[in-house]
């Protein structure tokens, strides 16, 4: 039988997902075949599946721990949300419909089945199974109908390892707080505890761990310090990004959009010694000193560019414009940067038109199909190859088209102003692409190292493997997979 075991929160962003990324590779450097599993995940950092499928991204990452590629069903259900009150609902990788927040809650027990189906399904082709929770169980406000946590847990009898996060400080209180709030039924699902993320002497901390141990009857896991190459794994979601990465003298600077969707695609620019990149967060003015000024991409376009302007920084754009900055529009970014963006159909809203930036010769139209493919591109200026992945509604067309950014199969993909100073593509991902990347930054005046992202991102999960390893109970965890309930 497939063992398995799941590693719940007892908070929100705890680390979990990077936990189990390094228990990943842990177990499959032991020679075990090793699958990821979030039941459900809520974020618009998604991944493209060979299949031409969504899932999100933090689960690619924990297949690329595990050396295998993505599959729907390491992620049967992914929330992209689109408004304060609303998500796109993506079921087994394809699109199923967008739901309120209190929608979505008399959606969930029909999801349920998608979800087991999932696991039974990687089940049958692993020897482990390292499953993710989402939030906190803690929420047993949310406990009827759950899917994501002891719902989850209880109907595919999974045991739980409990995550806190002593960086924010109340861990104690987090995890006997959390056995305190759970039935019965849930706490017994618990068969220990870990400490994510401390800094300084551990030691400090052993009466906190032998309390936590005492109050709840759970055996600890170990204290595990804080991972310093966090920042060389990708970001899953938008709390996650760092403010600034890289110590270079060429700046990239990046608004960051309410909605803003794969931004993965600032990880490999971060890794280059001569860039330096600053996320730019509402009420802050754009750099007019920036060297390229990166629109990313938005769940939401139109409403981005609402927001973009509230900001002033169409404003801060053309300044920077004036003093020899170029610009990159990326999926949204680059539909933003257009003519006009209409939506006949109401896809994104109310039914209308409203006026791009007008820093490009195209317009666009949002249609119902999406595109969800993984893009093989050269780029046309300097005939680099490199592997993307498309995520979008709408088409896009117009003068400046002919002037592609990318070739796709000899078709253009993605637009250049005359002066070459504007861009606008809908391809992510391909920054990831040694070769395109030092091409592109280099033709702007950057310097480029000689490293690759993908060996980087590699050797991180390496590293994260040798940490868990000195610092968590890797042997007692597989047990507790093993184990059962």
Known sequence: MTASVMIQGAGSNVGKSMLVAGFCRVFARRGLTVRPFKPQNMSNNAAVTPDGAEIGRAQAMQAMACGVPPSVHMNPILLKPESETGAQVIVQGKRLTTARARDYAALKPRLMGAVLDSFRQLQAEADLLVVEGAGSPAEVNLRAGDIANMGFAQAARVPVVLAGDIDRGGVIAQMVGTQA????????????????????????????????????????????????????????????????????????????????????????????????????????????????????????????????????????????????????????????????????????????????????????????????????????????????????????????????????????????????????????????????????????????????????????????ADHLESHADCDALLRIARDGV
């Not at 300097?382 to 117009?398: D, L, N, V, W």
Request: with cysteine.
């Open 181 to 464: 709030v759970l039935e019965p039924a849930d706490a017994a699902l618990i068969r220990g505890f870990v400490i994510n993320k401390f800094r300084g002497d551990p030691r400090l901390f052993d009466d906190g761990y032998a309390l936590i141990a005492q109050r709840t009857g759970w055996p600890g896991l170990g204290v595990i310090p804080w991972f310093p190459l966090a920042h060389r794994l990708p970001a899953e979601d938008a709390a996650d990004l760092r403010r600034k990465g890289g110590a270079g003298g060429f700046l990239i600077a990046v608004p960051q959009l309410n909605r803003i969707a794969n931004f993965d695609d600032l990880d490999p620019l971060m890794t280059e010694p001569g860039v330096r990149v600053e996320i730019v967060p509402p009420g802050q003015p754009l750099p007019v000193e920036a060297d390229l000024i990166l629109i990313p991409g938005s769940k939401s376009t139109i409403a981005d560019l609402a927001h973009f302007r509230a900001q002033g920084w169409d404003v801060d754009l053309a300044a920077a414009l004036r003093r020899g900055a170029r610009v990159l529009g990326l999926c949204g970014g680059y539909q933003m940067l257009g003519q006009t963006i209409r939506d006949p159909e109401g896809i994104e809203g109310a039914p209308g038109s409203v006026p791009g930036l007008g820093l490009l010769a195209v317009d666009t139209v949002m249609t119902p199909e999406k595109r969800v493919t993984l893009t093989q591109a050269v780029h046309a200026a300097s005939g680099e190859a490199a592997q993307g992945y498309e995520i979008h509604i709408g088409r896009t067309e117009g003068a400046d088209r002919e002037r592609p950014l990318f070739l796709v199969e000899n078709a253009p993909e993605g637009a250049v102003r005359a002066d070459g100073r504007v861009m606008g593509s809908y391809l992510h991902g391909l920054f990831g692409a040694d070769g395109f990347r030092r091409a592109f930054l280099g033709a702007l005046g950057a310097e480029t190292g000689s490293g690759s992202y993908a060996q980087d991102v590699d050797q991180a999960l390496d590293a994260l």
